[in-house]
C-alpha cells in the first residue's frame, strides 16, 4: 500500500465528478443489470446469427424470448453438440418446453455453472438467469467467438484477438487471457470519465471472480486446492485498482460489486435487500468523504454477520477452511479499501489546509498591493483621489461582491444542506412507502386468499340460501294457494254456517217456546203421575199380599192334589233325565220338551216332525239341570207322610245307567236301615214273626246318623256291582232300604208303624247292548226276568186283574206291600236322552205311563179306629176346600196379570220364593203328633246338615 501514491484531487472539479457518480450511483443496479443484459443479447446475437434480437430489449422480452428453451437448446448445440449427442436428444420441436430447459440445466450443471431455476425463468427476477447465460459466455467466449467449452481446463489455449481483450496485458494479471480480459476492461473503465463505466467491468470482473470462488463452494470447491483459491484471491484487480490510483468512486464500485457478488452469489440466505438498501442509502447520502467512510465501514459491517453464513455451508461440506480463507480474503479486500479512502481522505485534507494556506498568502500578497497602490494614491493629488475614489468605489463593490458571494455561498450550502436533507427524507419515505406498499400487497395478497375463500364459502351459501329462497317461494306459493282455497272453503262454509246458524236459531226460539210448554205439561203430567204412583203403590201392596197369598196357596193347591192322588190310591210316577254324561261326544238327546206339570215330549231322532212325538205325561218331570235336592224336596213330603204311620214305597226304573242309583243314592245313604241283597236271599216267607217279607233280614235299631251310614256300608259291601258296556260300576242287584218306623200318637194313644222302602232296581238292559256273555250274561236275565215280573205284576194292577202275579219274582214279592196293598208308591222312572238309547227309553216310559195308571186303592194309615167314613168327610171337606183355594188362585191369577202389566212390583216376589230351612225338632214338637221317632229325626236332622233345603 505504500507504494500506492496519493491520488490527484483537482478541487472543486473532482468533487463535482464524485456527486454527480454517487448520484448515478443511485441507479447503478438497473443500469449494470441493463449492461449485463445488453452484453448476453450482444452475445447470443453472436452465436446465433438468426435470433437477431434487439440489444436494448427489457427483462421480460429476453424472457420471452428464451422460455420456451428452443434458443436454450440452439446455445448449447452451438456451444457443446457433443452433449446434444451424449444425452441422445434431439432437440426438436416435439420436445416439450420443461424437457428443453432441463436438459440446457441439466447439461450446465455437468458443466459446473451455476444454475438458474425454472421459476427464474418464468417469473420474477430475471438475474439469476443472465447471471448464469453470462457466466457461460465467460467460461468459453472471446469476442463473440466459440471456444469449446470441452477446452475449458485449458483456457490457454484460446484464441487470441479477442473484441474484449486489450491490446497488452497487464503485468500483473498476465497469466489467463480471460482474466486479463476482465482486467483490461476494468483499466479501461478507470480511464474513462464516466464513473459507472469502469464499475460495470469492474462488477463484472469482480463478480466473475466471485462467481468462480462461488462455484467451487457449490461443486468442485472440493476439488480445488486452498493454493489455488489464494492464488485467485491474490490475483483480484483490486491491488492493481489500488496501485493505478483510481478513483474513490471506482473504488467504490469495487467494493459495490464484491458486496453484490457476495450477496447474489449467496443465493437469497444473506438478507441482501435490506443490506442493500442501507447500503444504496448511505451511498446516496455521502457527499464528503467522512461519510464514504462510514458507508464503507457500513458496508463491510454489513457483510460481516454473514460471513459465518459460508462457514456453515463450510462446516457442511467440510470446506470450512477454504471458505474462511475466501471470507479472510474478502475482509483483507475491504479493509484494503477502507485504508486506502482514509489515506485519501487525509490527503485530501492536508490538500485542502494547503490551499488553503495558499488563498491566505495570495489575500496577504493582494492586501499589500492595495496598501502599496493607496500610498501611491494618496501622493498624486486630484487624479489620485479620483482614482482613490474609483478605488473605494471598487472596493466597496468588491466587499458587496464578496458578501453577496458569501451570502450566494451560504444560500447554496443551505440548499445544499436542504437538499441532501430532502433526499434522506425522500429515500426514508421512498423505504417507508415500499414497505408500506410491500406491506399493503402482503395484505392485499392475505385479504385476497381470504376473500377468495369467503367469496367460495359465501357463494355455496348464496347457492344454498337461493336454494333455499327458491323451495320457500315455493312452499309459499304452495301455501298461498292452500290458503286460498282454505279461504274460499271456509267461506263457502262460512256462509253454509250463518244459515245453519240462523236456521237453527229459529229453531232454538221455536224449542225454547215448545219446551216451556212442554215444561208446564211435564209439571202437569208429573202431578198427575204421582198421583197414579200413589194409587198404583196402594194397588201394588195389595197385589204384593195376593202374590204372597198366592204362592201359598198354590203351595197348599199341590200339597191338597197330592193328598187327593194319595186318596186316589194312585203310583205317582216321577220322570229324571239324567244329563249328558261328560265322556258323551254325541249330544243328540231325544227330549224335545219338558213342561212344568209333568208334560213331557219324546221324539225320534230319525223321523223328524210331529210322526217321530209322542207325549207324556207324569206327575213330575226333572230335566237334565234339576238337582239332587229339587228331586227331594218333592219326595220329601211322602217321606214324612211315614211319620205318620203310611207305609211308603219308592222305587227307582230305568235303563242300566240312567242314573238310578244316583237319584237313590242320597236317600239310600240317610234313610237305609237294613240292607237287603236280594241277590244273596234264599226264599223269603211273607208272614214273618218281625214283619219282614225277607227271611234272614234283620233289624238294627239306630241312635244316630252314623249308626244309619254304618249299615249302609255293610249294605254296600254286600251288593254286587259289575261293569258293563253301558255303565261302569252297574248294580247287578235290585236293592232295597226299609225304613221301620213306630210311633203312638200322643192324644189318643194310638201306637203307628209305618214303612219306607227305598228301592233301587238293577238297571234293565238290552243284552246285545250291554255286551254281557257269562255270569253277566245270566245276571242280566235273571235281572231282566224279575223287572218282568214287576212289569207283569204291574200291568195285573192297572188292569185290575183279579190275579196279580206278585209269586213270579223276588222282587214283587219284597214290593208286595208297597205295590198292592194301602201303601203310597212313587216311582222314579231314570232316562238316557241320548240318541242311542232312543228304544230303551220308549220302552222305559211306556211302561212308566202303564204304571202311573195303576190304582192300588187309598192309602191308610195304621192309626187304628179310623173308619171309612171319617175319611169319606174328609175327601169332602178337602174337596171344599179344593173349590176354595180354586177361587182364590183365579183372583191372585188375575192379580198376577196386572202384576205382569207393572214389573216394578217382582222385588216382592223374592219374599214370596225364599226357602226355609225346616227345624224338624220344632215342628215335630207343634206337629199333632209326638213320635218316638228317633230314626225319623235323625234322618231328617241329617238331611238339614247337609244343607239341603226344603221347600215348605
Ligand atoms: N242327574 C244326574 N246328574 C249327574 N250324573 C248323573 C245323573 N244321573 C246319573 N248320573 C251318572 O250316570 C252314571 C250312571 O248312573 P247310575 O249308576 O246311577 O245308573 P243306574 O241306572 O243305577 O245304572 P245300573 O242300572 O247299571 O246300576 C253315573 O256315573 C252317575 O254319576
Request: glycine content about 6%.
Amino acid at each position: 500500500m505504500s507504494s500506492v501514491s496519493a491520488p490527484q484531487m483537482n478541487g472543486p472539479e473532482e468533487l463535482k465528478r464524485s456527486n454527480s457518480a454517487f448520484e448515478s450511483s443511485v441507479n447503478i443496479n438497473s443500469e449494470v443489470e441493463a449492461k449485463q443484459r445488453a452484453l448476453l443479447i450482444e452475445w447470443l446475437n453472436s452465436i446465433l446469427p438468426n435470433l437477431n434480437f434487439p440489444i436494448k430489449a427489457s427483462d421480460e422480452e429476453l424472457r420471452a424470448c428464451l422460455i420456451d428453451g428452443t434458443v436454450l437448446c440452439q446455445i448449447l448445440k452451438r456451444l457443446k453438440p457433443a452433449s446434444v449427442d451424449e444425452a441422445n436428444y434431439s432437440y426438436n420441436s416435439s420436445m416439450s418446453r420443461s424437457g428443453k430447459i432441463a436438459r440446457f440445466l441439466t447439461t450446465l450443471g455437468k458443466l459446473g455453472i451455476s444454475r438458474f431455476e425454472m421459476s427464474d425463468l418464468e417469473k420474477g427476477s430475471m438475474k439469476p438467469v443472465i447471471n448464469c447465460l453470462l457466466n457461460l459466455r465467460a467460461e468459453y467466449i472471446t469476442g463473440g467467438d466459440i471456444r469449446p467449452l470441452t477446452s475449458i481446463s485449458t483456457k490457454s489455449g484460446s484464441r487470441q484477438g479477442d473484441v474484449s481483450s486489450p491490446a497488452s496485458l497487464s503485468p500483473l494479471f498476465g497469466e489467463e487471457r480471460r482474466k486479463v480480459s476482465s482486467d483490461s476492461q476494468f483499466q479501461r473503465g478507470l480511464r474513462s470519465p464516466v464513473m459507472s463505466e469502469p464499475s460495470t467491468a469492474l462488477l463484472h470482473h469482480v463478480g466473475h471472480k466471485f462467481h468462480e470462488v462461488f462455484q467451487l463452494k457449490q461443486g468442485r470447491y472440493s476439488d480445488l486446492p486452498a493454493a489455488k483459491i489464494t492464488e485467485m484471491m491474490k490475483s483480484t484487480s483490486l491491488d492493481h485498482l489500488l496501485l493505478q490510483n483510481a478513483p474513490t468512486q471506482s473504488l467504490l464500485s469495487v467494493v459495490n460489486g464484491i458486496l453484490d457478488e457476495s450477496v447474489d452469489r449467496k443465493n437469497g440466505e444473506i438478507p441482501h435487500v435490506s443490506y442493500r438498501r442501507k447500503y444504496e442509502f448511505s451511498f446516496k447520502a455521502l457527499t464528503t468523504l467522512t461519510v464514504l467512510q462510514v458507508y464503507t465501514m457500513e458496508a463491510y459491517a454489513h457483510l460481516l454477520p454473514h460471513m459465518d453464513i459460508f462457514f456453515v455451508l463450510g462446516e457442511k461440506e467440510n470446506i470450512s477452511s477454504d471458505i474462511a480463507f475466501v471470507v479472510q480474503r474478502v475482509a483483507c479486500l475491504l479493509r484494503k479499501v477502507v485504508q486506502e479512502i482514509e489515506r485519501r481522505i487525509s490527503t485530501q485534507a492536508d490538500h485542502l489546509r494547503t490551499q488553503n494556506n495558499l488563498f491566505k498568502t495570495r489575500e496577504e500578497k493582494y492586501q499589500s498591493r492595495i496598501r502599496v497602490l493607496e500610498a501611491l494614491a494618496s501622493g498624486t493629488g486630484e487624479e489620485t483621489e479620483i482614482v482613490m475614489n474609483q478605488l473605494q468605489q471598487i472596493k466597496t463593490e468588491k466587499s458587496k461582491l464578496e458578501e453577496k458571494k458569501k451570502l450566494e455561498d451560504d444560500d447554496v450550502a443551505k440548499l445544499m444542506k436542504e437538499k441532501d436533507q430532502q433526499m434522506l427524507e425522500n429515500l426514508a419515505l421512498k423505504q417507508e412507502l415500499e414497505m408500506a406498499k410491500k406491506t399493503y400487497e402482503l395484505r392485499c395478497l392475505q385479504r385476497e386468499t381470504e376473500y377468495k375463500g369467503a367469496n367460495s364459502g359465501f357463494e355455496e351459501r348464496i347457492k344454498e340460501l337461493e336454494h333455499l329462497l327458491q323451495v320457500s317461494r315455493n312452499k309459499v306459493r304452495e301455501l298461498e294457494a292452500n290458503s286460498d282455497s282454505k279461504y274460499q272453503r271456509w267461506s263457502r262454509k262460512e256462509s253454509i254456517y250463518q244459515s245453519f246458524m240462523d236456521l237453527q236459531h229459529g229453531a232454538l226460539r221455536e224449542l225454547r217456546f215448545s219446551s216451556d210448554s212442554i215444561k208446564q205439561e211435564i209439571s202437569k203430567a208429573q202431578k198427575s203421575h204421582a198421583d197414579d204412583l200413589y194409587c198404583l203403590g196402594v194397588r201394588l201392596k195389595a197385589l204384593a199380599g195376593a202374590a204372597e197369598n198366592y204362592h201359598a196357596v198354590l203351595a197348599e193347591n199341590r200339597r191338597l192334589f197330592n193328598e187327593v192322588q194319595d186318596l186316589k190310591g194312585n203310583i205317582r210316577v216321577y220322570c229324571r233325565i239324567r244329563p249328558f254324561l261328560p265322556g258323551q261326544t254325541k249330544k243328540q238327546t231325544t227330549i224335545e220338551y219338558i213342561g212344568e206339570n209333568g208334560e213331557l215330549i219324546f221324539g225320534n231322532p230319525s223321523k223328524p216332525g210331529k210322526d217321530g212325538q209322542r207325549m207324556f205325561k207324569f206327575n213330575k218331570v226333572f230335566g237334565p239341570d234339576a238337582t239332587q235336592a229339587e228331586v227331594f224336596s218333592d219326595t220329601q213330603p211322602l217321606i214324612r207322610s211315614v211319620l205318620d204311620g203310611y207305609n211308603v214305597c219308592i222305587f227307582a226304573y230305568g235303563q242300566t245307567g240312567s242314573g238310578k242309583t244316583y237319584t237313590m243314592h242320597l236317600v239310600f245313604w240317610i234313610l237305609a236301615i237294613c240292607f237287603l241283597d236280594l241277590h244273596t236271599l234264599g226264599i223269603m216267607s211273607t208272614s214273618q214273626p218281625n214283619g219282614l217279607a225277607v227271611p234272614d233280614a234283620s233289624m238294627h235299631p239306630v241312635t244316630s246318623t252314623e249308626d244309619v251310614l254304618e249299615l249302609m256300608d255293610i249294605g254296600l259291601k254286600n251288593r254286587a256291582i259289575g261293569a258293563t258296556a253301558l255303565n261302569e260300576r252297574s248294580s247287578r242287584s235290585h236293592s232295597v232300604v226299609t225304613v221301620h218306623v213306630r210311633g203312638k200318637d200322643l192324644k189318643t194313644g194310638i201306637p203307628l208303624h209305618g214303612n219306607l222302602h227305598l228301592v233301587d232296581l238293577a238297571g234293565s238292559e238290552r243284552v246285545d247292548r250291554s255286551e254281557a256273555t257269562g255270569d253277566r250274561l245270566k245276571e242280566a236275565q235273571h235281572i231282566n226276568k224279575s223287572l218282568s215280573a214287576l212289569g207283569d205284576v204291574i200291568f195285573a194292577l192297572a188292569q185290575k186283574s183279579p190275579h196279580v202275579p206278585y209269586r213270579n219274582s223276588k222282587l214283587t214279592q219284597v214290593l208286595q206291600s208297597s205295590l198292592g196293598g194301602q201303601a203310597k208308591t212313587l216311582m222314579l222312572v231314570q232316562l238316557n236322552p241320548d240318541v242311542n238309547s232312543y228304544s230303551e227309553s220308549l220302552s222305559t216310559l211306556k211302561f212308566a205311563e202303564r204304571v202311573s195308571g195303576v190304582e192300588l186303592g187309598a192309602a191308610r194309615s195304621s192309626k187304628e179306629g179310623r173308619d171309612v167314613r171319617e175319611l169319606m168327610e174328609q175327601v169332602a171337606s178337602l174337596k171344599d176346600t179344593i173349590a176354595k183355594k180354586d177361587d182364590e188362585i183365579e183372583r191372585l191369577q188375575l192379580l198376577k196379570d196386572l202384576k205382569n202389566v207393572y214389573p216394578g212390583v217382582n222385588s216382592e216376589k223374592r219374599g214370596l220364593n225364599t226357602f226355609r230351612t225346616v227345624n224338624l225338632t220344632e215342628r215335630n214338637r207343634k206337629g199333632p203328633l209326638d213320635y218316638e221317632c228317633l230314626v225319623g229325626l235323625h234322618l231328617l236332622q241329617g238331611l238339614a246338615k247337609w244343607g239341603l233345603k226344603l221347600e215348605m
